[in-house]
């Protein structure tokens, strides 16, 4: 029974590792490269104002949040240790890292796996998850909606 992430060499230089169900043979360089940055995105935002009964992005590249609920202001990034996302109603949250981890995002994408963030607080873990704090309500006034798209540069070394 091999742990998620464990690696071995290989001849010719190539190593395999264990990614959660799956075992993964690359060249070496395949694997730097994939745990350096190979993802590259932008977002694009648009701020209206609700209506009641608007509808509501159920894309999975688009969100739309609440855009009175914003501390300081969304901006698109890498993760960071102290990051987290809020996971309930009831205002429960979870650390970044063990949603990544959770989810099955392999090891060597979660540095690099893209999220809007305010300040510390994850907004939306692209793909992934919305926070619960900033879902839009009966209370909104304002919405923000974001658009997640991956850059050229991103999409040819897939």
């Not at 395949?30 to 745990?35: D, F, K, R, W, Y």
């Not at 509501?56 to 590249?61: G, L, P, V």
């Amino acid at each position: 029974n091999i742990e998620t992430g464990k690696r071995v060499s290989l001849p010719y230089d190539m190593v395999a590792y264990r990614s959660y169900d799956k075992i993964v043979i690359c060249r070496n360089d395949e694997l730097v490269s994939a745990a350096h940055g190979i993802r590259t995105g932008l977002i694009e935002t648009e701020i209206i104002p609700y209506t009641s009964g608007m509808e509501i992005s159920k894309k999975e590249y688009t969100k739309m949040i609440d855009y009175d609920k914003i501390v300081t202001a969304v901006c698109l990034r890498t993760p960071r240790e102290e990051d987290f996302i809020t996971i309930n109603s009831e205002g429960g949250t979870k650390k970044l890292s063990r949603l990544l981890s959770h989810s099955k995002i392999a090891r060597e994408l979660r540095d690099t796996f893209p999220v809007v963030a305010d300040g510390n607080e994850i907004v939306w873990a692209v793909g992934l998850r919305l926070s619960e704090r900033y879902k839009i309500t009966d209370r909104t006034k304002r919405v923000l909606k974001i658009i997640y798209k991956e850059t050229e540069q991103s999409l040819e070394k897939r």
